[in-house]
């Protein structure tokens, strides 16, 4: 199974950036669908976003549509989320996630494999 790990979370004023990236082990990354998801505080774990094997389609949430870019590189094992005009309610530990299909794309229960998360905490 993949193994993933998360990097580029941190702290930021409100309007502005940060770029998450996740990278896998492995030598299976391009059969994986790729998603982010994130999970703040007494919340449950939420979709944000996700892109196909061969990047030819990505998929997001309401709440980020037009602020955020999903993005893979299979030649590096990695998956990027762009996150601009950040906003307080941005405010999670964001999780990259592995899925073996498009089905379900938003559904957390059918992830095969999780990353350790990385904190992004947007100031007012």
């Known amino acids: 199974q993949v193994q993933l790990v998360e990097s580029g979370g941190g702290l930021v004023q409100a309007g502005g950036s940060l770029r998450l990236s996740c990278t896998a082990s492995?030598?299976?990354?391009?059969?994986?669908?790729m998603s982010w998801f994130r999970q703040a505080p007494g919340k449950e774990r939420e979709f944000v976003a996700a892109i196909s094997r061969s990047s030819s389609n990505t998929y997001y949430a309401d709440s980020v549509k037009g602020r955020f870019t999903i993005s893979r590189d299979n030649a590096k094992n990695t998956v990027t989320l762009q996150m601009n005009s950040l906003l307080p309610e941005d405010t999670a530990v964001y999780y990259c996630?592995?899925?073996?299909?498009?089905?379900?794309?938003?559904?957390?229960?059918?992830?095969?494999?999780w990353g350790q998360g990385t904190q992004v905490t947007v100031s007012s």
């Open positions: 996630a592995a899925k073996t299909s498009l089905t379900g794309i938003s559904i957390a229960t059918l992830v095969v494999s």
């Open positions: 492995g030598r299976t990354f391009s059969t994986y669908v």
